[in-house]
């Protein structure tokens, strides 16, 4: 059975998207009226990150049964062709929220993309098969989510996130150049939900 890792690091929209960005910043404005308090078209932008729609795929970290981590980046399109050339004779696809969030934020960019995925992964609930979420089975389903962070340290593993950067931190750091760094962060959140899943499965 061949266990596939990953974690992804996203970036906020494309400047060519940004048009189309600008216009659905101004649709939500006019729908939310004075309901909510404004938000600034820079937080707006920067949500981008978290959407498929618009957001886009700075790297791909990932690690092949306990094979050492890797990282994919650079050019979007050739990133997303070898991680599913990599995945595909994958068994099972692991990572921590990845159910709701990697794995779809994938397969959306590949298909705006034009990249054909070599897997139609099932994303029913309640299944540790194809993918295994390690956020939602340390809650066993529950409807809370605990962070990689938090579940490292309970686990009394080192975290990923105590060497000066986080997810929120992923955009700052590509602005100044901090690119290695963001790729360095990505691998260690791979190798630290392998040792979560490890320890979850009783496998090491």
Same mark, same amino acid.
């Given at each position: 059975m061949k266990k596939l890792f990953l974690d992804i690091e996203t970036l906020p929209a494309d400047g060519k998207d940004l048009p189309i960005v600008k216009q659905l910043f101004e649709e939500q404005k006019k729908k939310n009226g004075k309901k909510t308090p404004d938000v600034s078209f820079d937080g707006y932008f920067r949500g981008t990150s978290f959407s498929g729609e618009f957001g886009r795929i700075f790297c791909i970290g990932y690690a092949v049964d306990d094979q050492p981590t890797q990282c994919l980046s650079g050019d979007e399109k !050739?990133?997303? !062709?070898? %991680?599913?050339?990599? &995945?595909?004779? &994958?068994?099972? %696809?692991?990572?921590?929220?990845?159910?709701?969030?990697?794995?779809?934020?994938? =397969? #959306?960019r590949s298909i705006i993309i034009g990249v054909?995925?070599?897997?139609?992964?099932?994303?029913?609930? =309640?299944?540790?098969?194809?993918?295994?979420?390690?956020?939602?089975?340390?809650? #066993?389903?529950?409807?809370?989510?605990?962070?990689?962070?938090?579940? &490292?340290?309970?686990?009394?593993?080192?975290?990923? #996130?105590?060497?000066?950067?986080?997810?929120?931190?992923?955009?700052? %750091? %590509?602005?100044?150049?901090?690119? &290695?760094?963001?790729?360095?962060?990505?691998?260690?959140?791979? !190798?630290?939900?392998? #040792?979560? =899943?490890?320890r979850i499965t009783f496998t090491n």
């Open positions: !050739e990133m997303l !062709e070898k %991680f599913w050339q990599i &995945a595909s004779d &994958a068994s099972v %696809f692991i990572g921590h929220n990845i159910m709701d969030f990697d794995m779809r934020f994938i =397969y #959306k054909q995925p070599t897997q139609n992964l099932s994303f029913a609930r =309640y299944r540790s098969n194809p993918i295994f979420d390690t956020m939602r089975e340390w809650e #066993k389903w529950g409807s809370t989510g605990v962070s990689l962070h938090k579940l &490292a340290l309970a686990l009394g593993l080192e975290s990923s #996130k105590q060497d000066g950067i986080d997810g929120s931190q992923v955009y700052d %750091f %590509f602005l100044v150049g901090k690119l &290695a760094e963001i790729c360095d962060y990505c691998k260690r959140d791979v !190798e630290v939900t392998r #040792k979560i =899943y490890n």
